[in-house]
């Protein structure tokens, strides 16, 4: 039984940048090593020190800093294939960082 989050995480949907966030590296892999970069895609691929699955590793950059998310490689994809011919950055997602925080009950203060 593996004690990473791999399994859980690669059920998930990751079509923008925010889904890719919310199961960054340290939350999911454990032991990653990196395996392979495409330095022209800014991708990455990473595999779990635990279990063994490849994932996509990739950049957001605002401009003042830079946001890290991973993401897994396609099922049923060489890895080393994908990142030379497929490989691409999730989309950014407007309804990111930058949108209304969600409500926050008041205090009774």
């Given at each position: ?49 635990e279990c063994g699955r490849v994932w996509a590793e ?52």
């Amino acid at each position: 039984m593996h004690t990473c989050g791999c399994e859980a995480a690669a059920q998930r949907s990751y079509t923008t940048v925010k889904d890719g966030i919310a199961w960054g590296r340290d939350k999911v892999l454990r032991d990653a090593v990196e395996i392979a970069r495409s330095e022209k895609k800014w991708v990455f691929l990473i595999r779990c020190g635990e279990c063994g699955r490849v994932w996509a590793e990739s950049c957001w950059s605002s401009g003042h800093a830079d946001i890290y998310y991973i993401f897994p490689v396609p099922a049923g994809e060489d890895p080393l294939d994908w990142l030379e011919k497929r490989a691409h950055e999730l989309e950014w997602d407007s309804a990111g960082p930058r949108a209304e925080p969600p409500p926050r009950p008041e205090s009774r203060v």
